[in-house]
C-alpha cells in the first residue's frame, strides 16, 4: 500500500492574520503570505537597506504629500495572499490605514537580489491580478529597474503584465501616477 501524498497546507488570510495575532509569528521572522503560502524572507544586507531607503526619499519627493510612501507593510491582495513589498506608494486617507491594511496601490516596488524569481513570478502575478498599474523590480543583481505596466487581461481579469521594461542606470523612468516627474535609474541604486 502506498503512503498517502503529503498535501500542503493552503493558508488563507484570516489564518495568516489569526497566527500573527496569537504570536505563532515572532518579531524575527520575516514571512509574507504569497498565494496561499507562507514564505519566509531572508534579512535584508546592507546594500538591500539601503535602496529601500534611496527609493523610499526619491518616491516621496516625486509623488509629494498627498501619498503614503508604506515600507515594508502588508498589502491586502486577495483572500490568499498578503505581501509586504519593499515599498508601496499609496493614497493618504483620513485614516491613514489604521483599522486597515490598503488593498490597492498606485505603486509597488521590490527591491531584489537573493528573491528575483519570488519577484518575477509569484509576486509578479499577485499584483497583477490586484490591477496594480505598476510595479518596480529594483534588480541589485543586474543593476537596473525592470518596469512591469497595465496588467493584461485574460478571461476578463488580469493575469499579468506586458513584457517588462529593462531600464539600466543612465535612463530616466516617469512613475504612470505623476506622468511630470522622472528619475535616473542611478539614483534608485546603491
Known amino acids: 500500500m502506498a503512503a498517502p501524498a ?3 497546507k493552503h493558508w488563507t488570510r484570516r489564518d495568516y492574520d489569526r497566527m500573527a495575532e ?12 504569497i498565494e496561499g503560502d507562507i514564505v519566509t524572507t531572508t534579512p535584508q544586507n546592507s546594500p538591500h537597506a539601503s535602496t529601500i ?3 523610499q526619499r526619491v518616491l516621496e519627493r516625486l509623488f ?17 495572499s498578503e505581501p509586504e513589498p519593499d515599498l508601496v506608494v499609496g493614497p493618504r486617507t483620513s485614516e491613514d490605514y489604521r483599522n486597515a491594511h490598503p488593498s490597492s ?10 528573491t528575483l524569481s519570488l519577484d518575477r513570478n509569484h509576486k509578479h502575478a499577485i499584483y497583477a491580478r490586484a ?3 505598476e510595479y518596480w523590480i529594483v534588480n541589485l543583481a543586474d543593476r537596473c529597474v525592470e518596469v512591469y505596466r497595465a496588467p ?8 499579468s503584465y506586458r513584457s517588462p521594461q529593462k531600464l ?12 511630470g516627474s522622472t528619475v535616473i535609474v542611478a539614483d534608485l541604486l546603491p
Not at 496569537?22 to 503570505?33: E, N, R, T
Not at 509629494?64 to 490568499?80: E, N
Not at 493584461?152 to 493575469?159: D, F, H
Open 6 to 8: 503529503v498535501q500542503p
Open 152 to 159: 493584461v487581461t485574460s478571461t476578463g481579469q488580469p493575469t
Open 53 to 55: 531607503g534611496k527609493t
Open 131 to 133: 490591477d496594480i498599474q
Open 168 to 179: 539600466s542606470l543612465s535612463n530616466n523612468l516617469t512613475p504612470l501616477a505623476v506622468p
Open 22 to 33: 496569537v504570536g505563532i509569528f515572532g518579531p524575527a521572522d520575516h514571512v509574507q503570505l
Open 105 to 114: 496601490a498606485l505603486l509597488v516596488v521590490e527591491v531584489s537580489n537573493t
Open 64 to 80: 509629494g504629500a498627498t501619498v503614503w510612501v508604506r515600507v515594508q507593510m502588508p498589502l491586502v491582495i486577495d483572500p490568499d
